[in-house]
């Protein structure tokens, strides 16, 4: 459940930069497996120039989510991100905890 | 994401209103969904879970992946009555994962001594009411046993549609209040959706255990209210 409606919400902070003409995309958690730190509906907001804020994972794949994310603002075609010990991908930024999540980013337009 | 959906989106939930992102993953199509609403493609049965559960996450079907992000609003409890009953809900409230608050326009009910940390305004509920209005996703527990303090919140609950109206007293109280809210304006319909006596039927006694029996009663009204096509 996604009980944030304040301000400080980054669905708010999304429409905001977007309302400040800024390229704008967005992460969105959608599966989990383990211990993943952040639930999943949780988000990340990212903008051209690689602002974020709010939280895939607590901080353990931010950065490759952000860098993701600028192609995302680029191409414009959503991406599906995996992240996790078990991942055997080129995407192995591993989640300290031992969990795994998977993480949809795509442009807000 | 659409941006007129993003907008759509925090629009509802400013205004509390229960919303779902369903977004298909294989072509990043997005959709709202609000209660009672069908969406094409979606079985009734996924989106009416996800609003009773609140839980977020992955519906596949027919090698369709659909993403749905649920955005239910903090439930809140609104209590009027400064009363024993009305403390012990004020400790246990939280950790069910309610907000809550209380009202009371007699100021020796409703000290601050006797509800530390607890949002309380000793106020007139008409009053308060006006500044903070009511809504689906507020609970309306009314305890006080006087119908000058009672009745216009448990009538502006009805009419806002609160998930959960609870009154106390005894079958003959209930009986006379009901001629009462008839008088105001209450449909029949309307005043059948009042639980009264108040909270589920645990045979509790005490204070503590009869605010467990109203609590187990919300959570109940909550967790399993109408949803479908057309509710």
């Known amino acids: 459940m996604n009980d944030m409606a304040g301000l400080d919400d980054p669905l708010s902070i999304a429409e905001g930069w977007k309302a400040e003409g800024r390229d704008v995309a967005l992460a969105t958690v959608i599966e989990t497996w383990g211990s993943a730190p952040r639930p999943v509906g949780s988000h990340l907001v990212i903008d051209g120039e690689g602002n974020f804020h709010g939280s895939v994972s607590g901080g353990c794949v931010e950065g490759a989510v952000i860098t993701e994310a600028m192609d995302v603002i ?10 996790g010990v078990a991942d055997e991908t080129a995407w192995r930024v591993g989640l300290s905890c031992g969990g795994r999540i998977r993480v949809y980013v795509e442009k807000v337009a | 994401m659409r941006i007129e959906i ?19 993953i294989s072509n990043g199509e997005d959709r ?10 979606l079985p009734a049965e996924a989106l009416t879970k996800a609003f009773l559960t609140g839980k977020s996450g992955l519906v596949e ?3 369709w992946s659909f993403f749905l992000n649920v955005h239910v609003p903090p439930p809140k409890i609104v209590v009027i009555g400064a009363v024993h009953i009305s ?12 907000d809550l608050e209380i009202i009371d326009p007699r100021t020796a ?7 530390a940390g607890v949002t309380l305004t000793a106020d007139w509920p008409e009053d308060v009411l006006k500044h903070r209005p009511l809504d689906a996703f507020t609970a309306l527990v009314a305890v006080t046993h006087d119908p000058k303090i009672d009745d216009y919140p448990l009538v502006s609950a009805l009419k806002t549609g609160c998930f959960y109206v609870g009154a106390l007293g005894s079958r003959k109280t209930h009986a006379k209040r009901i001629d009462r809210l008839k008088e105001a304006g209450c ?28 609590l187990a009663d919300i959570i109940q009204a909550l967790r399993k209210r109408p949803i479908g096509a057309g509710a």
């Not at chain 1, 680029?74 to 992240?83: D, I, K, V, W």
């Not at chain 2, 403390?87 to 309610?98: E, I, K, T």
């Not at chain 2, 009910?109 to 509800?115: G, I, K, W």
């Not at chain 2, 029949?188 to 045979?203: K, V």
Request: aromatic residues 6%; negative net charge; hydrophobic residues 45%.
């Open chain 1, 74 to 83: 680029g191409s414009g075609s959503p991406r599906m991100l995996e992240f």
């Open chain 2, 6 to 24: 993003l907008k759509q989106l925090n629009e509802a939930k400013r205004a509390r209103r229960a919303v779902i992102l369903v977004t298909d």
């Open chain 2, 32 to 41: 709202l969904a609000f209660e009672g609403d069908t969406l094409p493609g």
């Open chain 2, 61 to 63: 079907l027919d090698g």
């Open chain 2, 87 to 98: 403390q012990a809900l004020a400790v246990m409230a939280p950790a069910a994962g309610f």
């Open chain 2, 109 to 115: 009910f409703a000290t601050p001594e006797r509800f």
């Open chain 2, 187 to 214: 449909s029949d319909a309307q005043i059948a959706r009042i639980s009264a006596p108040i909270g589920l039927d645990i045979g509790a006694s005490s204070p503590g255990e009869i605010a467990v029996s109203i």
